[in-house]
């Protein structure tokens, strides 16, 4: 069984807004670091934000356009992309870690995560 899923990607004109989701199953998402992620075709995956039980970090690019928020009753992680751009096209990815801070999230390697998401595509396009 997959742990995480993400949804909510999809096709948004320039300017336009999404909102992503993170469902996770068989773990409290309050008692882990989430961290969202994107890949764009042919470059690095990208650290986005953070939240955990006490921190919500955002990397400085996305800083005031992207919002991390969860839902502890829903066990789901959002992340509201707002004024969006060409440039955020993207596969979008969650990944959870247990207990861990979100400081310094950004340099973690892929196996430090515990779980990871399947992703959802992001297309910003006229």
């Known amino acids: 069984q997959q742990q995480l899923v993400e949804s909510g990607g999809g096709l948004v004109q320039p300017g336009g807004s999404l909102n992503l989701s993170c469902l996770a199953s068989?773990?409290?998402?309050?008692?882990?670091?989430i961290g969202w992620f994107r890949q764009a075709p042919g470059k690095e995956r990208e650290a986005l934000a953070c939240?955990?039980?006490?921190?919500?970090t955002y990397v400085g690019s996305v800083q005031g356009r992207f919002t991390v928020s969860r839902d502890n009753f829903q066990n789901t992680v959002y992340l509201l992309l707002n004024r969006l751009k060409p440039e955020d096209t993207a596969v979008y990815y969650c990944?959870?870690?247990?207990?861990?801070?979100?400081?310094?999230?950004?340099?973690?390697?892929?196996?430090?995560?515990?779980?990871w998401g399947q992703g959802t595509a992001v297309t910003v396009s006229s």
């Open positions: 990944a959870a870690d247990p207990w861990a801070p979100c400081s310094g999230f950004e340099y973690k390697g892929v196996s430090e995560w515990d779980y």
């Open positions: 068989e773990f409290a998402v309050n008692f882990y670091a």
């Open positions: 939240i955990s039980a006490t921190q919500t």
